[in-house]
């Protein structure tokens, strides 16, 4: 059968018309994946500004980092230990471990306890414990980077739970 002169260009029309609208979905797909990699780069940059503030601004390492010979086991990067300096009889002696958040923690009370200094039970912190108050921002990028740590497997005995009970700060 001969085909006429105007079926090529229905043809084309209509093929014109799939691709505008493939070229439709295809610009959506491609709008979907850019957010994507917006949104995981917002993830990664606040979790570099969690681990700036840890790291640089609040020093956590200093007291939740346990010491080999007096100085960090970077190893062990905040499994919690003994403080290295000595405390008044009040304050807390044991620094807990704070990779992977507190244990017992929710990711919202630990939120919290950054901005308003209180814990969960509804405590202050313990000396030598600052209380930070941090806004909203901040405290959920400290969240995002100790989240991204790995929790500690094994707790040594002088950051282990029990000791550790009381000196939550």
């Known amino acids: 059968m001969a085909r006429t002169g105007c ?9 014109g018309t799939r691709v505008k609208r493939r070229g439709g979905t295809l610009l959506l797909v ?6 994507r990699g917006a949104t995981d780069v917002n993830a990664k940059s606040q ?13 956590c ?8 010979h007096g100085k960090p086991d970077f190893k062990r990067w905040l499994e919690g230990g003994p403080l290295p300096f000595v405390v008044s009889k009040k304050a807390a002696k044991y620094a ?3 990779a992977g958040l507190p244990k017992g923690w929710s990711r919202a009370q630990f939120v919290r306890f950054m901005e308003t200094g209180v814990t ?17 921002q901040d405290a ?4 995002d980077y100790l ?14 739970p029990a000791r550790r009970g009381d000196n939550r700060e």
């Open 7 to 15: 079926e090529p260009q229905k043809f084309v029309a209509r093929t």
């Open 30 to 35: 491609m709008a979907a994946v850019l957010l």
């Open 47 to 59: 979790v570099a500004r969690g681990r700036y503030l840890v790291e640089r601004v609040m020093v």
């Open 140 to 143: 959920n990028a400290v969240a």
């Open 147 to 160: 989240v991204s740590l790995k929790k500690p497997q094994v707790r040594t005995s002088a950051a282990s």
């Open 120 to 136: 969960p039970n509804g405590v202050s912190a313990r000396h030598p414990m600052p209380p930070f108050r941090l806004d909203s």
């Open 61 to 68: 390492g200093e007291c939740h980092t346990p010491r080999v």
């Open 96 to 98: 807990p471990a704070i």
